[in-house]
């Protein structure tokens, strides 16, 4: 059985969704953090798809695109000891706090 990303030839009759959509501002960080995070060789693209093909199935049909990217840094950075997962989320919390 494959796995969710794997949609290449698959049969379907849904259109595809070609509409363009408005970045929200926490998309632009999550794209910005990726960037910095391969300038420093923290992460590379092999890694970053590969923490998104790992995800659950249901985690991985729920999340939009910048979720799935933000899941898969996580994971990355906690699977090399970079940062704890404590760490996370804590800064998630104080970020929550001043962003409401």
């Known amino acids: 059985m494959s796995a969710p990303h ?3 030839g698959l ?4 259109p595809i969704d070609q509409t363009s959509h408005e970045w ?3 998309e632009h960080l999550v794209n910005a ?8 060789d923290l992460i590379n693209v092999d890694e970053l798809r590969r ?7 249901t985690e991985y049909e729920s999340s939009s695109y910048y979720e799935r ?5 996580e994971h990355i950075l906690v699977e090399k000891g ?3 997962a404590e760490e996370i989320t804590a800064a998630t919390r104080e970020i ?3 962003w409401g």
């Open 51 to 57: 923490g998104i093909e790992a995800m659950a199935p």
């Open 82 to 84: 970079i940062l704890s």
């Open 6 to 8: 794997d949609r290449g």
């Open 33 to 40: 953090l990726v960037g910095v995070l391969r300038r420093h």
């Open 24 to 26: 929200a501002d926490w």
């Open 96 to 98: 929550d706090a001043a």
């Open 69 to 73: 990217w933000s899941a898969s840094i």
């Open 11 to 14: 049969p379907t009759r849904e």
